[in-house]
């Protein structure tokens, strides 16, 4: 599966973004879509995930209360994260990610997923 990222872009503290992943082929029930970040001189790091067999959604602590994490693609081939109060903190690179494999217990590890999009810059100015 291909997966193509967008709606990254420049906000001042406090506003807010959202961006969205569509994957090339239907992911349904089939697959974990997640979103990462990865800052300048950081390593990459989870954001959030939605389970494709539950469609539960999981964040990191970082973003509860500010970032959500849908499927609301009638054909579940898009994933969105709409980040609100966004803080110069959360300026990265963002990347989707898919996988059809992952465990509840590596939800959040990088290495955990096979498919990456390209990424989307996000610069939160203070």
């Known amino acids: 599966v291909q997966l193509q990222a967008s709606g990254g872009g420049l906000v001042q503290a406090g506003g807010s973004l959202r961006l969205s992943c569509a994957a090339s082929?239907?992911?349904?029930?089939?697959?974990?879509m997640a979103w990462f970040r990865q800052g300048p001189g950081n390593e990459r790091e989870f954001v959030a995930a939605?389970?494709?067999?539950?469609?539960?959604?999981?964040l990191a602590d970082s973003v509860k209360g500010r970032f959500t994490i849908s499927r609301t693609n009638a054909a579940q081939n898009t994933v969105y994260l709409q980040m609100n109060s966004l803080k110069p903190e959360d300026t990265a690179v963002h990347y989707c990610?898919?996988?059809?494999?992952?465990?509840?217990?590596?939800?959040?590890?990088?290495?955990?997923?096979?498919?990456w999009g390209q990424g989307t810059q996000v610069t939160v100015s203070s």
């Open positions: 939605v389970r494709g067999s539950t469609l539960t959604t999981h």
């Open positions: 082929e239907r992911t349904g029930s089939r697959y974990t």
């Open positions: 990610a898919a996988s059809r494999t992952v465990t509840l217990s590596a939800l959040r590890s990088v290495a955990a997923y096979a498919y």
